[in-house]
């Protein structure tokens, strides 16, 4: 008796627990998900950089854009499917915000874009303030087959209040309808129906005696629970519902006689001209030290422009290393991607003109737990990134890492 009892205190607990977590607050959230992605998903498919965010504060009714550029690195992971067909995606919690547009390469998204491998875009996409509170925003490039490849996120905060919120647009035939409401009765009249009907059918099959119907299952005479009154009805519901889906599109093309479907096209978008590049560079061989958290490469680079060069930057999976030696080359924390920490090079002198150089690059670094980027726990111990490299003048050059093996070292283990 004492057990039972005790049992039922407990699973009365773990109800009052459970409905706690869900009646609890819902208005924050606290990660958006993007680790739970393999490493070489996040550092060997696509690489956002440039991102810039309109700002991190706005009211109810504002409009928030975010520009930037990516590239679909040159060598895809084979354990992914390269399809190019892709939609520029904005995430956020529920609809907190409302999409006014995006662009790749300036071509509205108005469907589906086939871009192809190795290419740099431009994108831009608008958004509007919809809902206050507090709330983690992003872009990401969703491809068929491939799925989300997430790029970078802030927090934002929005004031004000949802009261009043509108959505005014003008359709082709020169009205202008609010879609914050527009057809709301209508969508909760048909679903309600709808519902209706389909609890009438539940209702009929689920409203008999069950035990002795699966006896006579079990007794091989399944036939016998269908009558002939049984058939009368399913085709009644049949041809009502067939009736009420006509009876409500003769009534709906009567009221909006000018419609279009809904388009389903792809459109081819070209990258952009590929950018001056006054280096060469390849990895020759690279390295992962477990306890010291730290990715090392040697990098070949030969300057074949007229301007010494240096390496500033390495970026992989929305985290950025900086080689602050280069004067200016310093963290902000307005960036939108991960702080990686310092990019160490050897030797640290810039690469002359002409000059073919071995540099060995040196990240030691948390966030390559943090961000779950140990590519050793995968069977595809690679990894990639983009290298940029400056000239005095500020020029770039951007190289991409697509396909580096990557030695782990675990250090020194007592048998």
Same mark, same amino acid.
């Given at each position: 008796m004492r057990k039972r009892? @005790?049992? @039922? @205190?407990g699973r009365a607990g773990a109800l009052?627990?459970?409905?706690?977590? &869900? $009646?609890?607050?819902?208005n924050r959230l606290w990660a958006l998900g993007e680790k739970s992605q393999e490493a070489f998903l996040r550092m060997r498919t696509v690489i956002f950089y440039d991102t810039q965010f309109s700002g991190r504060k706005f009211k109810v009714g504002d409009e928030m854009t975010v520009t930037g550029k990516f590239q679909l690195l040159p060598i895809w992971p084979k354990e992914i499917a390269f399809t190019g067909i892709s939609w520029l995606n904005f995430f956020v919690p529920g609809p907190q915000f409302l999409r006014v547009g995006s662009w790749i390469n300036g071509r509205f998204m108005s469907c589906s874009q086939l871009l192809e491998l190795g290419g740099t875009y431009e994108y831009k996409t608008i958004t509007r303030a919809r809902y206050p509170g507090h709330w983690p925003v992003g872009v990401m490039l969703s491809m068929k087959d491939a799925g989300p490849l997430i790029g970078p996120s802030i927090y934002v905060d929005v004031d004000g209040s949802h009261e009043g919120f509108t959505n005014p647009i003008k359709t082709l035939l020169g009205n202008t309808v609010n879609l914050e409401d527009y057809g709301e009765s209508r969508m909760l009249m048909w679903t &309600?129906?709808?519902?209706l009907i389909g609890i009438a059918w539940l209702g009929f099959w689920l409203g008999r005696p069950f035990t002795t119907r699966l006896g006579v299952v079990a007794a091989g005479r399944a036939k016998e629970l269908i009558s002939g009154a049984d058939k009368t009805v399913a085709v009644f519901f049949a041809l009502g519902t067939i009736g009420l889906v006509a009876v409500a599109n003769v009534m709906t093309a009567s009221q909006f006689p000018h419609t279009i479907p809904i388009q389903e096209t792809i459109i081819r978008n070209q990258p952009l001209p590929p950018e001056p590049s006054r280096v060469e560079a390849k990895v020759l061989d690279a390295t992962y030290d477990v306890p010291s958290r730290t990715l090392a490469?040697? &990098?070949?680079?030969?300057n074949t422009g007229d301007r010494p060069l240096v390496l500033k930057e390495f970026t992989t999976a929305n985290v950025r290393f900086l080689n602050e030696q280069v004067p200016g080359?310093? %963290?902000?924390?307005?960036?939108p991607e991960v702080y990686g920490g310092a990019m160490k090079i050897t030797p640290s002198e810039p690469v002359a003109?002409?000059?073919t150089k071995v540099l060995e690059v040196v @990240?030691?670094? $948390?966030? %390559?737990?943090?961000?779950? &980027?140990t590519m050793y726990h995968e069977t595809t111990n690679r990894f990639g990134g983009l290298l940029f490299f400056s000239d005095p003048t500020g020029a770039r050059s951007i190289i991409a890492v697509a396909d580096q093996l990557v030695i782990p070292k675990f250090g020194v283990t007592q048998m």
């Open positions: 009892v @005790m049992r @039922m @205190m009052a627990l459970l409905g706690m977590i &869900l $009646a609890g607050p819902t &309600l129906v709808t519902t490469f040697r &990098l070949e680079v030969h080359n310093a %963290w902000n924390p307005d960036f003109p002409g000059e @990240m030691a670094s $948390a966030e %390559w737990e943090n961000q779950r &980027l």
